[in-house]
C-alpha cells in the first residue's frame, strides 16, 4: 500500500510533466517582466521622487542602487533557495513580496521609507529571472528550448526599452507613485498563474538542513560593496573618493572570502565547481561580456541624445524602442531556427551584427537625427537576439536539471554584474574622453590661427547686424558660441570613442565561441530527467 507520501510525490511529477509548457511559460515570464522592467521604469522619475520627497538627485539615486544591491545579494542564491524551500513556495513569496513592496514604495512619504521598501523589493524579484530560466529550460524538451529561450529572452532584452518609455509616460500623465503601482495588477496576475502552472519537479527538495551562514555573509557584503562602488564611482569620482576605495578593498576581501568558503565547504550555497565544465564558464564569461555592451550603450544613447542633441526624456526613450523592435522580431525567428541550424552561426552572426550597429552609431555627429539611431538600433536589436538565445541555451545544455537552478542564479548574477561594470565604464570612459578632446580642440583655437579668427569674426559681424551690441560685447559672445561648440564636438567625439570601444569588444568574443561545445541535445532527443 502506498504511502501519503509516495501518492504526494506521484501527483506531483504527474502535474509537472502533464501541463502544457507553454502556460508555465506565461506564467513565469509574468513576473519576470515586471521585474526586469522595474530595473529601468524607475530612472526617468528620479527628479520627481527628489522633489516630491524634499531629496536632492544624488540623494534620490540610492533608490535605484538600493534596489541593485539587494536583488544582486539573492540572485546567485536561488538555486540553493529553490531547494531549501521548495521552487514553487520561493516562486510565489517572491512575487507576492515584490508586489507588497511595489505597493509600499508607491505610498512612501519619506526617501529613507523608499530606500528600505526598495531593498525589499529588489530582495524579493532577485530570485524571479533565474527561477524562470529555470523551470523554462526544464519543462521544455531539449529540442525546443531555443524556443522556450526565444520567449524569455523577449521579457529580459525588451522589458529595459520599455521601461523609460512607460515610466516616462506615467510619470508625466499621473504621478511618479504609478510606476510602482503598475506592478500591483500585475503580480496578481503572476500569483494566479504561478498557482495553477507551476509545480516542482520531483528532484527539488531540501537535501541539507545546515546553512552556510558564513558564505551568506561573505556574499551579502562582497556584492553589496561591489555594487555601491560600481553605481557610485563616476559620481565620486572613483578611487580619488575613500568611500569609493574601502568599497573596493571590502568587495575584494569579500568576494575571495565568498568563493574560498564556497570551494571548501561540504554544503555551498553557491555550487562553484560548476565552472569546470567548460561549455558554461565560456558562456558565462560571454554572458558577462554582453551585459557590458548591451547595458552600457542602454545608458549612452538616452544620454548623448538628451545632453548633446536636446531631446526630452520621454522621446529619448522612444528613440530607444527601434532596438527593442529588433529583439522582438529576431527571437521568435531565431528560437525556431535553432533546431536546423547550428547555433555557433547564429552566434557569430549576432555578434558582428552588434559590432556593426555600434560602428554605425560610432560614425555619429551633430546633424544626426531619428533614423541615423533607428536603423544602427534595429541591426543591433536584431544582433541582440541572434546572440541571446543560443548563448543562453548552449551555456546552459550540458547543466543536469537538478543543478539547472544553481546554474542560472550565476549566468544572471554575471549578466547584472557585466552591466553594472559596463555601465560605469562606459560613463567614465565618455567624461573622460570628453576632457582630453576639448583640450585639444581648444589648443587649435589660437590668435594665430586664421581659420578660428575668421570663424569669431564672421559671428561678431552676425550677432552686431541682428542684436545691434557693440563690438567687446559681440566678440564676447562669438568667443562664447565657438566655446560651447567646442564642447558639444568634443562631446560627440567622446561618445563616438566609446561606440568603437564596444564595437571592437563585440568582435573579440569571435574567438571565445569555439571553446563552446555544441549542444548534444538534437531535434527529437528525449527530455532529460
Request: charged letters at 10%; aromatic letters at 10%; hydrophobic letters at 50%.
Amino acid at each position: 500500500m502506498a504511502t501519503a507520501s509516495q501518492t504526494l510525490n506521484g501527483a506531483r511529477t504527474a502535474a509537472w510533466n502533464d501541463v502544457n509548457p507553454w502556460l508555465v511559460a506565461i506564467a513565469v515570464m509574468t513576473s519576470t517582466f515586471m521585474e526586469v522592467l522595474d530595473t529601468t521604469i524607475v530612472n526617468v522619475s528620479l527628479p520627481h521622487i527628489a522633489g516630491s520627497l524634499s531629496a536632492t538627485p544624488d540623494e534620490a539615486t540610492w533608490a535605484l542602487t538600493s534596489y541593485l544591491v539587494a536583488n544582486a545579494i539573492v540572485l546567485p542564491m536561488t538555486g540553493w533557495l529553490a531547494n531549501y524551500f521548495g521552487r514553487k513556495r520561493l516562486l510565489l513569496a517572491s512575487v507576492m513580496g515584490f508586489t507588497a513592496s511595489s505597493f509600499l514604495c508607491g505610498l512612501a512619504p519619506t526617501l529613507p521609507l523608499l530606500i528600505i521598501f526598495r531593498c525589499i523589493q529588489g530582495a524579493c524579484g532577485g530570485g524571479l529571472q533565474p527561477l524562470s530560466q529555470a523551470i523554462l529550460m526544464e519543462v521544455f524538451p531539449p529540442q525546443d528550448r531555443g524556443k522556450a529561450m526565444g520567449f524569455w529572452g523577449l521579457g529580459i532584452v525588451v522589458a529595459p526599452m520599455l521601461g523609460p518609455v512607460l515610466g516616462g509616460w506615467l510619470t508625466d500623465t499621473y504621478s511618479w507613485r504609478w510606476v510602482f503601482y503598475v506592478n500591483v495588477p500585475i503580480g496578481i496576475l503572476s500569483v494566479f498563474l504561478t498557482t495553477i502552472f507551476i509545480f516542482d519537479p520531483p528532484y527539488i527538495k531540501r537535501q541539507v538542513s545546515k546553512i552556510d551562514f558564513l558564505g551568506m555573509g561573505y556574499l551579502a557584503i562582497g556584492i553589496a560593496c561591489l555594487q555601491v562602488m560600481l553605481d557610485k564611482g563616476q559620481e565620486e569620482d572613483w578611487f580619488g573618493s575613500h568611500f569609493i576605495l574601502t568599497l573596493c578593498v571590502v568587495a575584494v576581501v569579500g568576494l575571495a572570502a565568498f568563493i574560498i568558503r564556497e570551494l571548501t565547504t561540504d554544503h555551498p550555497i553557491v555550487d562553484l565547481s560548476i565552472f569546470k565544465v567548460r561549455t558554461y564558464a565560456t558562456g558565462v564569461f560571454l554572458m558577462t561580456v554582453l551585459g557590458f555592451v548591451l547595458y552600457g550603450s542602454t545608458v549612452l544613447i538616452p544620454l548623448l541624445l538628451q545632453t548633446i542633441l536636446g531631446y526630452p526624456a520621454l522621446q529619448a526613450g522612444v528613440v530607444m524602442l527601434p532596438r527593442g523592435l529588433g529583439s522582438f522580431i529576431a527571437m521568435p525567428v531565431v528560437g525556431a531556427l535553432m533546431i536546423k541550424v547550428r547555433p555557433r552561426y547564429l552566434l557569430v552572426t549576432g555578434i558582428f551584427l552588434g559590432a556593426f550597429a555600434m560602428w554605425r552609431l560610432a560614425q555619429l555627429n551633430l546633424d544626426v537625427g531619428y533614423w541615423n539611431f533607428f536603423w544602427a538600433l534595429i541591426w543591433q536589436g536584431v544582433g541582440l537576439g541572434l546572440i541571446f538565445i543560443p548563448l543562453t541555451t548552449i551555456t546552459n545544455d550540458p547543466i543536469p536539471n537538478e543543478k539547472m537552478g544553481n546554474a542560472t542564479s550565476i549566468f544572471n548574477l554575471m549578466r547584472n554584474i557585466g552591466a553594472s561594470i559596463g555601465i560605469a565604464i562606459v560613463a567614465s570612459i565618455q567624461t573622460r574622453h570628453a576632457q582630453i578632446h576639448t583640450n585639444n580642440l581648444t589648443a587649435q583655437v589660437t590668435p594665430s590661427s586664421l581659420q578660428a579668427q575668421s570663424m569669431i569674426s564672421g559671428l561678431k559681424s552676425i550677432i552686431m547686424a541682428k542684436q545691434g551690441v557693440d563690438a567687446a560685447t559681440a566678440q564676447h559672445m562669438a568667443s562664447g558660441m565657438v566655446e560651447n561648440t567646442i564642447r558639444q564636438q568634443a562631446a560627440i567625439m567622446s561618445y563616438n570613442d566609446v561606440f568603437w570601444l564596444l564595437a571592437i569588444i563585440f568582435l573579440a568574443m569571435l574567438p571565445l565561441i569555439f571553446l563552446m561545445r555544441p549542444p548534444k541535445h538534437k531535434r527529437g532527443a528525449a527530455m532529460m530527467h
